[in-house]
């Protein structure tokens, strides 16, 4: 015989909640007092939309007291974490656990996962998104340290802290009709979760993490090898421009934790996106990247050209110097120059209004300056997100000029996998999506801290001169992160 009390309690869950997504409003502050209701919500919805066939993302939604979601996700326990924040600091978005993980191991991005993501984004009425990245090149040979990540991997989170505008929103997204059978699960996580908002931050000094020992790949004698190699194909082949990286991998005396690595890094490197991925417990690929790759909203593209640096000077006049000295760089605008012509050719087949700038600028950052150029236009109708990124990436800012000579050098000299350093990160929704390029990035595994750096390489180029570039690159992470490499 049915359970009655049950019985009767499904058909006001029925009566009251027909809808696919349901935003709380309340008055309240009180954790439990929060957790009761968004646990109702979320068994209401379950039962209204868990005995449908159709697949379906639904949302529950709650306000709750001004929280930064990278502290929130600092402090709950999960074995996959993301987030997100745009270069702005208007938006951040925490990830815990996740609903629904599109990933794969060769392909850009199987043609079954696209139509799901389509799919469902299409059906949602809540502000749903997938987070994740992909690979920079998913043709090459995976390194071990790399597996976890797949050539791409998006995931719309389990639960979801978001920071919008000063306020911020706590969220439950299912996938149902799969979560309905675990249910239970899901709303017993719920009172561990909301109890770590609003919690004061962590009151610890930054603690320094003694480096055990540091190993380049390539070391500088390779470097130089890779460098006179690319020079000399420049006068024999029709390579323009190959952007070369190094892997600076430090073991450590104890474990870095991703989460409050990246609350150092941001603290340090305001005016970039910042992004934690983390798969499963102890690895986190890391980043502060000032380079957006698009962004889209509605059907409104922009996307930047990204190429030419310059550390910050030591007081006025010496930084005036080094701005002057960037602007005015032959070599430096015309590795610019192919950046930004690459990205202008590809979103000049998607765009019939394509505006571009006709002069490199300077972007200003605490840490260093940039050349960057300004381009935005207006897709097509029925435009695929994925395909924009499919076609910009890589951009000459990472992958050199013309893209697949570059690509074929970079996998025939760097001694290591770039895995998803340097590739696309970010997120899609329904109508808008937001991806940088992943430099400035390192990838964490227990008590190994991998950095990952690169250099602009055209005729003129210096080995030594790219090899103290890079060096100044990884000093500024190595102090963020308050590594200590004395012996």
Not at 29 to 57: H, K, M, P, W
């Amino acid at each position: 015989m049915k359970d009655t009390k049950n019985s009767a309690r499904e058909g006001v869950y029925s009566r009251l909640f027909k809808v696919s997504n349901i935003e709380i409003v309340h008055e309240t502050t009180d954790s439990d007092v929060l957790s009761g209701l968004v646990s109702d919500r979320v068994r209401a919805l379950s039962v209204y939309n868990g005995r449908s066939s159709a697949e379906r993302i639904v949302q529950v939604s709650i306000s709750v007291p001004a929280t930064d979601p990278l502290e929130w996700l600092s402090k709950v326990e999960t074995d996959h974490a993301t987030f997100w924040s745009s270069r702005d600091s208007q938006f951040a978005a925490a990830g815990a656990e996740y609903a629904l993980k599109l990933s794969g191991e060769t392909d850009f991005f199987t043609s079954a996962d696209r139509e799901r993501m389509t799919g469902l984004l299409a059906e949602a009425d809540g502000d749903v998104r997938f987070y994740g990245g992909l690979r920079f090149n998913p043709a090459g040979d995976v390194g071990a340290e790399w597996e976890p990540f797949n050539s791409y991997s998006f995931v719309i989170p389990r639960f979801e802290l978001l920071h919008r505008d000063g306020t911020s929103r706590f969220k439950v997204n299912l996938l149902l009709p799969d979560d309905f059978d675990v249910i239970d699960e899901i709303v017993e996580a719920i009172p561990h979760m909301l109890a770590q908002i609003d919690r004061h931050p962590d009151s610890e000094s930054k603690a320094t993490v003694r480096v055990a020992s540091r190993t380049d790949h390539p070391n500088r004698r390779g470097w130089k090898k890779n460098i006179d190699w690319a020079l000399s194909a420049f006068s024999r082949s029709r390579l323009g421009k190959v952007v070369l990286a190094r892997r600076s991998v430090y073991a450590l005396d104890e474990t870095l934790d991703g989460a409050r690595a990246l609350a150092m890094l941001k603290q340090e490197t305001p005016d970039c996106f910042h992004f934690l991925f983390s798969p499963v417990h102890g690895t986190a690929f890391v980043g502060a990247s000032p380079e957006r790759l698009l962004s889209i909203q509605d059907r409104k593209v922009v996307s930047e050209a990204v190429a030419g640096t310059r550390p910050r000077g030591i007081d006025e006049s010496n930084d005036a110097r080094l701005r002057d000295e960037l602007l005015h760089s032959e070599k430096d605008q015309r590795e610019h120059q192919f950046v930004r012509m690459t990205i202008k050719d590809t979103l000049s087949n998607y765009c019939d209004v394509l505006l571009v700038d006709n002069e490199a600028k300077e972007m200003i950052l605490s840490r260093g300056r940039h050349l960057v150029s300004h381009i935005e236009g207006i897709l097509r109708r029925e435009t695929d997100t994925l395909n924009v990124i499919r076609d910009l990436h890589p951009t000459a800012a990472v992958g050199g000029y013309p893209t697949s000579d570059a690509m074929d050098v970079i996998e025939g000299l760097e001694p290591f996998d770039r895995g998803w350093y340097a590739g696309p990160v970010g997120w899609i929704g329904a109508a808008s999506a937001e991806f940088a390029v992943a430099i400035r990035s390192g990838l964490i595994i227990d008590r190994e801290l991998s950095l990952y750096t690169g250099a602009g390489i055209v005729g003129g180029s210096n080995a030594d001169s790219e090899w103290n570039e890079i060096e100044q690159k990884l000093q500024d992470f190595v102090q963020v992160f308050g590594l200590d490499e004395s012996s």
